[in-house]
Each structure stands twice: as structure tokens, then as C-alpha cells.
């Protein structure tokens, strides 16, 4: 088989054989008009609002501690556990640390009223 090229007289193209030749098959892929519109992906912050339990985990040599933590804009059901160090860190005017601090402490004044006097 021999077939004969028309090609532009300063083209540099290097001699091949026939065997390299493919039929040429039309793609039929639908064409749209308009483009696709791009998802928004803006989301709202997410903030650890609640601990709402805690536990320690071995990593290696050492135990970490996770706590269990409930997100804001999320369902109650979305909680997940988080190392301790990395949430404190990556959230450090969290709300729920206020009440972490005061769940801490038994959250009541552990002090004797002293101001009653006795008689």
C-alpha cells in the first residue's frame, strides 16, 4: 500500500512507515453551550463548641489523650475525637474550653461557705 501526503511544503516531518497510520474516527461527544456551573465551596468555620467525653489512647510509647468533641454547623451526631494537644492548639478561643475549664474543676465551688455564722 503506498499513499501519497499533501503536506505544506516547510513542514519536518520524518519519513514513516504505513504501518503507522490509524482510520481517522470522528468524536461524537455532546458539545454543551454553556459551561457547568463551579460548586460553591465556601463553608462556615467550624468551631468546637462541646467536649462531651474523654479517653486515653496508646501511640506508640506514650498515651495521648482524646477528647470527643461536637462541632458547630454540624449534626449532633457528627462528633468525632480529636487529640487534646493538636484541638487546643488549632482552636485556642474555642467555646467549649470555658466550659472544659469548669467541668475541670467540678464546676462548683468546692470552698465551704464561710460567711453563716454559728451560734
Not at 18 to 33: N, R
Request: charge should be negative; include cysteine; glycine fraction near 2%.
Amino acid at each position: 500500500m503506498a499513499y501519497k501526503l499533501a503536506l505544506p511544503e516547510d513542514s519536518c516531518i520524518h519519513p514513516f512507515h504505513v504501518s503507522q497510520l490509524k482510520p481517522f474516527t470522528p468524536d461524537y461527544s455532546q458539545v454543551f453551550s454553556e459551561l457547568p456551573r463551579t460548586p460553591d465551596l465556601t463553608a462556615a468555620p467550624l468551631q468546637p463548641i462541646t467536649i462531651l467525653a474523654r479517653r486515653l489512647v496508646k501511640k506508640g510509647n506514650s498515651s495521648v489523650l482524646q477528647v470527643q468533641v461536637q462541632w458547630s454547623s454540624l449534626s449532633p451526631d457528627s462528633a468525632t475525637w480529636e487529640d487534646y494537644s493538636v484541638l487546643r492548639h488549632r482552636y485556642p478561643t474555642a467555646p467549649c474550653w470555658d466550659e472544659d475549664s469548669a467541668s475541670a474543676q467540678g464546676g462548683a465551688n468546692v470552698t465551704p461557705d464561710v460567711s453563716t455564722s454559728v451560734d
